[in-house]
Nanobody
Framework: DVPLVESGGGSVEIGGSLRLSCVAS????????MGWFRQAPGPGKVRGSV?????????RYQASVQGRFIVSRDNDKNTMDLRMNSLKPEDTGTYYC????????????????WGLGTQVTVSS
């Protein structure tokens, strides 16, 4: 079983918008911090934090997406969304949903649940 399932990826033009969703396939009683990670295409690229929410829904963003992306979670539905606006080519990559230990989910080393990812491509 895949513990987290992402959806909503696709191809958009520069300046476009997408909304990603992450659903937990099973109830997670400990209500961990959750986050979105992006892995850019190409060899040697690692998953880097994009946005995270703590268990109460307070958000934290990577500097390059601040003001353009909005992350939110619904604890009753075990879901987390990422609204992405004003998309740029450098936003291209595979986006992964994760659950982490710690207050915020900003390090891949702290993630203990992952989804399989959803692809986002931004082009002119």
């Amino acid at each position: 079983d895949v513990p987290l399932v992402e959806s909503g990826g696709g191809s958009v033009e520069i300046g476009g918008s997408l909304r990603l969703s992450c659903v937990a396939s099973k109830y997670i009683p400990e209500r961990p911090s959750m986050g979105w990670f992006r892995q850019a295409p190409g060899p040697g690229k690692v998953r880097g934090s994009v946005a995270s929410v703590d268990k109460s829904g307070r958000a934290r963003y990577q500097a390059s997406v601040q003001g353009r992306f909005i992350v939110s979670r619904d604890n009753d539905k075990n879901t987390m969304d990422l609204r992405m606006n004003s998309l740029k080519p450098e936003d291209t990559g595979t986006y992964y949903c994760a659950a982490c230990t710690g207050e915020y989910c900003v390090s891949r080393y702290a993630a203990y649940l992952w989804g399989l990812g959803t692809q986002v491509t931004v082009s002119s």
